[in-house]
């Protein structure tokens, strides 16, 4: 049979296709390791996706708080398939019930980002091809770019003394406007990602602090410090990603 195109590939991803034709797109994949990579990776991005929501739905959204900084200020898809873009909307909104020192509605809109770096970590972590816009060969031109689409200077952080080296990094669309996403990699593949976001104008608390969201598959430590938020993502142990926290933070606001 001809080469499945995208459509076909998604719609095995989404369980849409009849038996004969599912029979037949599995045979083309089957001599075909890239694009049978590709369905792959669509379906790990589905599993993530879907289990984020499940554990919304569950509530498990223990945020534990550890005020380890001072106040500081610092300047500063590929197409899914059906069942992806299903899964991003059942989980959308979950942070409405996240916890920060008792404040209100102001305070979902200022860590409602800590939700939406997760959903593009579990998203594009897993890319073999395409995990980034922008490579690493290009740091120069991608911190300038993603610089002005925000309004604000940005950073990439150095994390080669914990074995992370720069992938890239890519734009992302959020409720306020745009959004930056680096991402990072070690000798075993193992990736992390570090989600920026710019805040509504007086919507910040006015002090930072590290706060901990922990799930499966994607764990999180964030913070707020200025007009910033900022979100390192990752399939660590704690203390390991605090650690890593801890570093980007420090080189954010040296």
């Not at 554990?55 to 380890?68: K, Q, Y």
């Not at 509504?200 to 598959?217: D, L, V, Y």
């Amino acid at each position: 049979m001809k080469v499945p195109d995208e459509n076909d590939l998604h719609a095995l991803v989404d369980g849409k296709l009849s038996p004969q034709d599912r029979a037949q797109v599995e045979a083309a994949l089957a001599g075909n390791p890239a694009l049978r990579a590709d369905v792959e990776t669509w379906r790990s991005q589905r599993d993530a996706l879907r289990e984020l929501g499940m554990n919304a739905a569950e509530s498990t959204v223990p945020v534990r708080f550890l005020d380890i900084v001072q106040p500081r200020r610092a300047p500063w898809l590929p197409w899914l398939g059906g069942a992806v873009a299903g899964a991003i909307m059942g989980v959308a909104g979950w942070l409405g019930h996240a916890w920060y020192a008792g404040a209100g509605d102001a305070t979902d809109a200022r860590v409602r980002f800590v939700h939406d770096a997760r959903v593009a970590h579990a998203v594009y972590s897993p890319e073999v091809r395409h995990p980034v816009e922008v490579g690493a060969e290009q740091s120069a031109h991608l911190v300038q770019w993603l610089s002005k689409r925000l309004g604000a200077q940005l950073k990439a952080p150095v994390l080669q003394s914990q074995g992370y080296e720069l992938v890239g990094g890519r734009l992302l669309p959020g409720d306020d406007g745009a959004r930056a996403q680096f991402m990072y990699q070690d000798s075993g593949g193992e990736r992390i990602t570090l989600y920026v976001t710019v805040l509504p104008k007086g919507s910040s608390p006015g002090a930072t602090a590290f706060r901990f969201e922990e799930g499966s598959p994607v764990a999180a430590f964030y913070w707020i410090d200025g007009d910033f938020g900022y979100a390192l993502s990752g399939n660590l142990p704690r203390n390991i990603l605090l650690e890593l926290s801890k570093l980007v933070y420090s080189q954010l606001t040296g």
